[in-house]
């Protein structure tokens, strides 16, 4: 069983001290505003939020006081340590990324399965993969354990900070893997697959007795993991989609989520198959999001995964239910599910959507991974289309890997962006680190005597260009969440001069 809370110490609530970072901060708001800022100063306190922010920092405006001298007589606040990135064009900070869609206990089978269906899909690879944690003795815990460390390091080190994961049926391992959330350092969003009507693979399913039963244990289990003064891993209600659930589970689920108030997420309009699927088993109900909205399952907490083909009447639905998209991207692609008009639902339709892995069904466990091929979907659809407005732009995905990822989990006051009180989640990118596969020449550097500051700032879009398309886990050399520095690569720099800077002053 997982162990006692009282031995867990979360990472992401280490002791540290209140720290100035003072470098090129990139964020996007609000939907189509990216806003760079160089030389900006960012102060995070001991429980990591930002508490401090001064943009574009120009020492001949204050009587040429240094950045560590604006700050000191700004707040009187003598000690705590500097972090200066301010000098190197080649580095800034990002919001970390939030993953709304990813099966933890998939990640195995990344990679596996291409031009399989869906449907055969789940049953040939998926479900006999997921059994796998439901073994009743302690073995699964051993096997959990060692799948699921991996998952969160890969995703961490890649720079997503907070994930919604979907693990299984089994309550135990489930309970183990908030633990690992903690002790690694990521925030988590932890939903216990509930399935209970599975009919082309009896071995893997639980009875609606036995998912309650299970629910209660994980609420409660994580209400005695967190610490006392944040909410670092909390239960997401997760019925697997509508096919593998009675209307009885679907329900019962509905309303769990409005007596413990919690978040909800599920798969909608993957695959054409699995729409003509749900057609015929809740024939009284018009559509696919109808039978999630006759069971109460649609709100703004509700994560959306998918939704390729949806319907007007749907799009309506769930703009009116101010429920979220995460859109799939390399899944859609990889299974051959389709392409998502996600530039309508965005602009048009006015959903909020976010970006997701889709661990395993997608075979990239990086967002920005996610993001470099979510334009790239969207330029392919628009190719097929005709029309120019569905592509996606390089912001557009930005926005939703960061801000639209914490509409989507309900914490857009916390995360996505560069805020005062919001929490300091936030990912190092450097263009130059060790064996980076982005190339950059001095001429396309954003310097500090650049004269012209939309020069400087176009020069700095073109840099996030070269990072989307061709950067890596490589470039993110440190991650912070919670305000914690939970990763750290920069013992891997080319250049020594850049190493983080802490004093006391």
């Known amino acids: 069983m997982p ?14 001290s209140y720290t100035l970072y003072y470098g090129t901060f990139i964020h996007t708001p609000s939907l189509g505003d990216l806003e760079i800022c160089f030389n900006t100063l960012v102060g995070v306190t001991a429980a990591g939020d930002i508490d401090f922010i001064h943009k574009n920092y120009r020492p001949e405006e204050h009587d040429y006081q240094t950045a560590v001298q604006f700050f000191i007589n700004n ?37 596996i399965g291409l031009d399989c269906p869906l449907l055969d899909w789940l049953n040939d690879y998926t479900f006999p993969l997921e059994n796998k944690f439901t073994d009743s003795n302690d073995e699964k815990l051993k096997f959990a354990k060692n799948v699921y460390s991996k ?14 994961y979907f693990t299984t049926i089994d309550p135990h391992t489930t309970n183990l893997f908030a633990e690992l959330l903690l002790e690694i350092g990521q925030r988590g969003f932890v939903g216990k697959v509930c399935m209970d009507h599975n009919d082309t693979y009896h071995d893997y399913e639980e009875s609606f007795e036995d998912c309650v039963d299970s629910m209660n244990k994980i609420i409660e289990r994580m209400a005695q993991l967190n610490p006392a003064e944040e909410t670092l891993v909390k239960p997401i209600i997760t019925p697997r989609f509508a096919p593998v659930c009675s209307r009885k589970m679907l329900k019962w689920l509905g309303k769990l989520s409005v007596t413990q108030d919690l978040p909800i997420q599920t798969h909608i309009s993957e695959n054409k198959k699995e729409i003509e699927l749900v057609h015929d088993m809740f024939p009284d109900c018009e559509d696919y999001a109808t039978v999630y909205d006759k069971h109460n399952l649609l709100n703004s907490q509700t994560i959306l995964a998918h939704a390729i083909h949806l319907t007007k009447k749907e799009r309506k639905m769930i703009r ?19 392409e998502a008009p996600i530039k309508q639902y965005l602009y048009n339709d006015k959903i909020n959507v976010s970006l997701g892995t889709d661990v395993s069904g997608g075979f990239d466990s990086s967002i920005l991974g996610i993001i470099k091929h979510c334009i790239l979907v969207s330029h392919h659809l628009a190719m097929k289309t005709g029309r120019q407005g569905d592509k996606l732009t390089i912001i557009d995905a930005i926005y939703m890997a960061t801000q639209g990822g914490a509409k989507a989990v309900g914490m857009p006051d916390k995360l996505g962006s560069f805020e005062l009180g919001k929490k300091f989640d936030v990912q190092l990118i450097d263009l130059d680190s060790k064996e980076s596969n982005v190339d950059t020449f001095e001429w396309q550097l954003p310097t500090q005597h650049e004269g012209d500051h939309k020069k400087r700032t176009k020069k700095m879009e073109d840099l996030l260009g070269k990072w989307i398309f061709s950067g890596d886990d490589r470039n ?23 190493v983080m800077v802490e004093k006391d002053f």
């Open 75 to 111: 707040r009187k606040n003598r000690h705590f340590d500097y972090v200066d990135y301010s000098q190197d064009p080649t580095k800034f900070f990002m919001p970390g990324f939030i993953d709304t869609h990813i099966h933890a206990s998939q990640f195995p089978n990344i990679g």
């Open 151 to 164: 998952v969160i390091q890969k995703t961490l080190t890649n720079g997503t900070t907070c994930a919604s």
């Open 476 to 498: 993110c050399v440190k991650v912070w969440c919670n305000g914690r520095l939970v990763i750290n690569k920069m013992h891997y720099s080319r250049d020594d001069r850049w």
């Open 320 to 338: 009116e239910k101010k429920c979220s998209i995460s859109h799939c991207p390399t899944s859609n692609t990889f299974i051959s599910s389709g």
């Open 3 to 16: 162990s006692n809370a009282s031995l867990i110490e979360p990472k992401a609530m280490s002791s540290v």
